[in-house]
């Protein structure tokens, strides 16, 4: 931290608690009510921490709370809008009450998601850890300072200033001191409960409605509206906009014992429905066909009771909830893992299943709120600039895929500061409340006028629905019908043969906006789909209808290309999206397609940093803008700068402006000081251009059986079997793994590949099976002994004359040539001359023949840092920091002509590299002391190969320092 702002900081606390004791002396401090207090100490200690108490600098730093259901806590504390803690202040003259004040505090900032509360009237302040939720005050409280320890322990004090927090230095500090547990937050629990809820409510109808032949989405769908509409009523009570209404009805039922609360449930849905009329408590009593089945199902009472009960207090009893203290996005999160859960009915009973598979085969990912509001603010937000209000009224915000709305929801508080703040009397507002009225005009404005979504699943077209509708419920008032905003529908297929009632065509379902010209901003999170996995007629319209269907593509790509036609011109995008379509074979359509316009905008890239949790996805944020661009910013996630993985700021990013992309090519993207030394390996020869081939290995399609490991033919352990066979070595070839195969150290047989083929005048012939019996009997029994196993390859396809052959034999002939062998998967680049000995597994390795025999000479160039340093730009990051090694990649690698001398230099350095690696491979793990000095030597030997390699390179000294730095 800055030592003029921490001092600085402290001088200021020291004048306060002077000031304060010259108004203890003068017996003023018993004088003093809350506001008073607030104004004279409290406002200026927090203001000494760093924190911009007036929002002079920034419209939501630091916030006055609205009143919850039990009291009132005065301000939340946030950084890039996310709460960091919760201050309840008090009057000098009244003092704390711990009891009461404290568990209000510690309440509120729990269902709020945020770790801690403060509690003051200056004389002391208590912090909290909320997470710790227990009837003790002492285990949840952290630290206790009194006015006259505030200098003497200004390093705890610190702790809540606002650079502190910018570090986790609370955090830090309550780990360390073990004052901070882990528990289960408010999301989280309600969310487990939520899954009991639906669980318990399907299965109980599934029992009582037997004779009315419901099926699985008719009951999932009676289930979710029951859910939606009490979690609204249930909101609507914690605002204080309807006096508690399910409970008091839940123990009047319990107490009579009669009757049946599915009934008084109907009354109360009939009331919301007249007073809010937004088509999600629709009733008509007299009209069943009106009527929503949820309302014409039988429910057990006890079902019901226990159901509404569950939305109250937690299961355990520790917590209430309070909803209108769980912003929409906690709810959005909830929600999108709820659709990943899927009902299994049968006649009798109901189940619901947490399915990992669901989830990954619809796409699901639920998007980081940090990542929500940096798409939507870099989007939106720079829209909204110098744009005056009646322009605003007519921007039009799409989200294709919208899930449970989490992109809306950020696009509805951007848009509802940006008319707070044009408000002429904003700064009045600032001090008096806004009058009810036109706050609920701006909302419904905002809600009807601005935001758009479209998802295939009905339930998270409710979801979003009601998510926003609880945007604007503030008071007792009419709620907009979204249902022509949210709809239901397959975003990318407008034709009912192939998507039935799903399909979607935008001209008629939008229509006006269409005619206008389109949406101004698509934002979202599309889902990500191989091609494998869809539909055969989903594809071939596809194919049909999108240029970015290109080899085994990914769904995304056609959310993007669509999106750019949605888009009216100057319209903006941003998505979250996988960044392998940046250089894999699959993502040429959608280079092309952006290209193509010039539209690419801005681009961050988070390299191998995971964004998702419980998902390995190698991600990007795409910023397209639908005009001719000259060029486009890049930035790389730098996540040594994370606050936890929790925001996202400029800071984070290291960028550079790179012009347009050409064509279909693909995308070389470098930030920042290493820009230059790309550029410059750039006009180098590629391997590509001096390679006959670049292939991969055999595939046996049952490596179990055609595989055994071991190094001596006489003894060969087979998976399939579990045994020990000897097999003649006629048809057996070594075969290399990725493991196998490692920079400057000899290749090794730890493994056999059965290879039934003749290799003749670059041919391959598969071996009749009568020749294999004799020339290797004990091969021909052991293949016997697996014919079924061979013959199901591939749903049988190898049932047949030709049973034991491979079911692709490509690239046979290569794997007896001379070649250079390279993992497919590495942190570095490491290559290793072969002279035909060996064959390459197809999922490890990539063999590379070169068109003249310069194969020491180029392999020693590969096992350079500086070859390493250009993969990393031009490759498929993976987590754990390595880097795809696959032909599209290993093609581009610039390779130098240099001089005969300087290549007999080269491979006499690399020669001797790998007799010191022979020589450490000898002394094995025996203890002696050769080994330091061995090292040492090849450490030498290996900066002395990379000194001249960025010589015949031309790289100059800060250059090569940057290489260094990158590629540790």
Not at 90 to 106: F, M, R
Not at 401 to 424: E, N, Q, R, T
Not at 500 to 512: H, L, P, Q, T
Not at 800 to 824: D, E
Request: proline letters at 3%; hydrophobic letters at 35%; aromatic letters at 10%.
């Amino acid at each position: 931290m800055p030592d003029t702002q921490h001092d600085q900081a402290k001088k200021d606390v020291e004048r306060l608690i002077l000031k304060f004791k010259q108004f203890q002396e003068a017996g003023q401090t018993k004088r003093l009510g809350e506001e008073e207090t607030k104004k004279t100490f409290i406002t200026p200690l927090f203001r000494a921490l760093g924190w911009d108490m007036e929002n002079d600098y920034s419209l939501d730093e630091v916030i006055n709370e609205e009143k919850v259901s039990k009291g009132r806590v005065d301000y939340s504390f946030r950084i890039n809008g996310i709460p960091k803690f919760f201050l309840e202040a008090k009057a000098l003259n009244k003092g704390l009450d711990e009891a009461k004040d404290a568990s209000q505090a510690i309440n509120y900032a729990w269902h709020k998601g945020t770790s801690w509360a403060v509690l003051t009237d200056f004389q002391t302040l208590v912090i909290y850890n909320a997470e710790v939720k227990d009837n003790n005050l002492s285990n949840a409280r952290f630290k206790t300072l009194t006015f006259d320890q505030f200098a003497e322990h200004f390093s705890e004090l610190w702790l809540l200033s606002k650079l502190a927090f910018q570090e986790s230095l609370l955090d830090t500090a309550a780990l360390n001191w073990g004052k901070k547990l882990r528990k289960t937050k408010v999301g989280d629990q309600l969310l487990s409960e939520l899954m009991q809820h639906r669980a318990l409510l399907s299965k109980n109808i599934v029992k009582n409605n037997a004779g009315k032949n419901l099926s699985e989405e008719e009951v999932d769908e009676a289930v979710q509206r029951i859910i939606d509409r009490l979690i609204f009523i249930r909101t609507a009570e914690d605002r204080n906009i309807e006096p508690p209404t399910l409970l008091p009805k839940v123990r009047e039922f319990e107490e009579k014992k009669s009757g049946k609360l599915t009934s008084a449930l109907n009354e109360i849905y009939l009331h919301f429905d007249k007073t809010y009329n937004s088509k999600l408590f629709t009733f008509n009593a007299g009209d069943l066909a009106q009527r929503h089945l949820c309302e014409t199902i039988d429910i057990d009472n006890e079902v019901l009771a226990q159901v509404i009960k569950g939305l109250y207090d937690s299961k355990d009893g520790l917590t209430h909830y309070d909803f209108s203290a769980i912003d929409a996005d906690v709810l959005g999160n909830i929600y999108e893992q709820y659709l990943s859960h899927i009902l299994k009915k049968t006649d009798k009973r109901a189940k619901v299943e947490s399915k990992e598979a669901h989830r990954k085969e619809q796409g699901i990912y639920y998007t980081p709120t940090y990542i929500v509001d940096y798409i939507v603010r870099n989007t939106l937000g720079e829209m909204l600039k110098n744009k005056k209000p009646d322009e605003v009224d007519k921007i039009k915000v799409l989200d294709m895929a919208c899930g449970s709305g989490s992109f809306l929801l950020k696009a509805f508080d951007v848009l509802d500061d940006y008319y707070k703040k044009k408000d002429k009397n904003y700064a009045q507002a600032k001090l008096d409340p806004e009058s009810e009225a036109a706050k609920i005009t701006r909302k419904t404005k905002i809600l009807k006028n601005n935001l758009y979504g479209v998802d295939l699943d009905p339930k998270a077209v409710e979801i979003a629905q009601l998510n926003l509708l609880l945007k604007a419920a503030e008071t007792k008032h009419r709620l907009p019908d979204l249902r022509e905003n949210i709809k239901c529908g397959n975003s990318l297929i407008d034709d009912p043969t192939v998507a039935g009632d799903r399909a979607f065509n935008w001209s008629k379902e939008f229509e006006g906006i269409m005619k206008d010209g389109g949406f101004d901003v698509v934002v979202g999170n599309p889902p990500y789909v191989r091609i494998q996995t869809m539909a055969e007629k989903d594809v071939k319209y596809f194919s049909l209808n999108y240029s970015s269907t290109t080899r085994n593509y990914d769904i995304y790509c056609l959310f993007v290309e669509q999106a750019l036609k949605l888009l009216k011109p100057g319209g903006v995008l941003g998505y979250i999206l996988p960044s392998k379509f940046f250089t894999a074979e699959y993502g040429e359509g959608l280079r092309k397609v952006i290209s193509s316009k010039k539209a690419l905008n801005k681009l961050v890239d988070f390299k191998e940093f995971q964004v998702f949790s419980g998902a390995t996805t190698y991600t990007c944020l795409l910023f397209l803008k639908n005009e001719e661009n000259r060029s486009f910013e890049y930035a790389e996630f730098n996540k040594a700068n994370t606050n936890n993985g929790k925001t996202l700021i400029e800071s984070d990013l290291r960028k550079s402006s790179l012009n347009q992309p050409k064509d279909a090519e693909p995308w070389i993207l470098v930030a920042g000081d290493q820009l230059s030394i790309v550029e410059k390996l750039k006009r180098f020869p590629k391997l590509g251009d001096i390679s006959k081939s670049i292939f991969v290995g055999v595939q046996t399609s049952a490596d179990k059986v055609m595989i055994l490991s071991g190094s001596n033919h006489d003894a060969l352990f087979s998976k399939s079997l579990n045994r020990s066979e000897k097999l003649e070595l006629d048809l057996l070839r070594p075969l290399l793994s990725g493991t196998d195969v490692k920079r400057y150290k000899p290749l090794k047989t730890r493994q056999f590949v059965i290879f039934p083929y003749w290799v003749q005048d670059s041919k391959a012939n598969l071996a009749p099976f009568d020749e294999v019996e004799k020339k290797c009997p004990n091969l021909a029994r052991y293949l016997r002994e697996n014919k079924k196993a061979l013959e199901n390859r591939e749903n049988g396809k190898m049932k047949g004359l030709n049973w034991y052959a491979y079911v692709y034999p490509k690239n046979l002939t290569k794997q007896s040539f001379p070649k250079i062998c390279i993992p497919r998967l590495a942190h570095r680049i490491n290559a290793v001359y072969d002279d035909g000995n060996f064959c390459l597994d197809n999922v490890d390795v990539s063999g590379v023949m070169l068109s003249k025999d310069d194969y020491e000479f180029v392999t020693a160039i590969l096992n350079s840092k500086l070859l390493t340093f250009y993969l990393t730009k031009i490759s498929t990051p993976f987590r754990g920091g390595f880097y795809s090694c696959n032909k599209q990649y290993l093609e581009q690698l610039p390779i130098v002509d240099a001089s005969s001398a300087n290549k007999t230099k080269l491979v006499e350095l690399a020669r001797k590299m790998a007799k010191v690696s022979a020589q450490l491979g000898a002394l094995e793990d025996k203890p002696t002391d050769a080994r330091p000095g061995l090292e040492k030597e090849f450490f030498e030997l290996d900066q002395n190969l990379d000194a001249l390699v960025y010589d015949l390179y031309g790289l100059t000294a800060e250059e090569r320092r940057i290489v260094e730095e990158a590629v540790k």
